[in-house]
């Protein structure tokens, strides 16, 4: 795991457990609340978050955030079972339901205690802190459930699973709505743009993701500079199948 500043008030905790790519937790610390955005893959990963919190977040509140309900931003959430963990209410219905089929499937990767832990509070549309200057909204692509962090005070934006590079993974079927939020993501015009698997995204990111996602749709016209591309293409078009 390494540890980066991103801002005067937010931290990422990079970890490469998992092959093929790393995974962000983000912390963005306010004057009375820190958020903790996502929570990786168990007890342990949280460790030394928790270890941060107990230095920095004397008479804070500790307000954690899943971007959405895949295993590898939700398992670490048992760290945090007496804290407020926020989801999309489609989080608390997808987490619930492919709970066990994630630890089927990826149960391997789990990095100490790992317990079913779902978000405590949910929403439709979007939630606000306006005395942290946090705006947390519906930006549904990557999965219907995908939910972004915009921080206003440093102009910043968490985008979760929705873009990344060199490929985004598409796991929901409606592309029209995927390009909805991306298109809204540029209109914000952000300073600076982080991504759960791709740390610092550009507009241009962003830009090359809509033009992947129209030509995901025509099925035609994708040009594969990797391997890694080419498979995760043909996954992103089974889904739409
Ligand atoms: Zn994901």
Partial sequence: ??????????????????????????????KSTIFVIDTFCGSISMEPILRHLARVGKGKQVIVVNTHFHWDHVWGNVAFQDRTIIGHRFCYEDLATSWQSQIDNRGRYRLGRVERVLPSLTFDQSLRFPAEKIEIFHSPGHTRDSISIFDHEEGALYVGDNVETPIIYVEAPDVDTYIQ????????????????????????????????????????????RSEYEKTIHSQNLSMLK
């Fill in 1 to 30: 795991m390494k540890r980066t500043e991103l801002t005067r008030n937010t931290t990422a905790y990079l970890f490469d457990e998992i092959e093929d790519y790393y995974t962000c937790v983000f912390l963005i610390e306010k």
């Fill in 181 to 224: 939020t991306l298109e809204h993501y540029l209109a914000r015009s952000a300073r600076k743009i982080f991504g759960s698997h791709t740390l610092e995204i550009t507009p241009a990111d962003i830009e090359n993701s809509i033009d992947y996602l129209k030509k995901l749709k025509t099925g035609t016209g994708v040009v594969f």
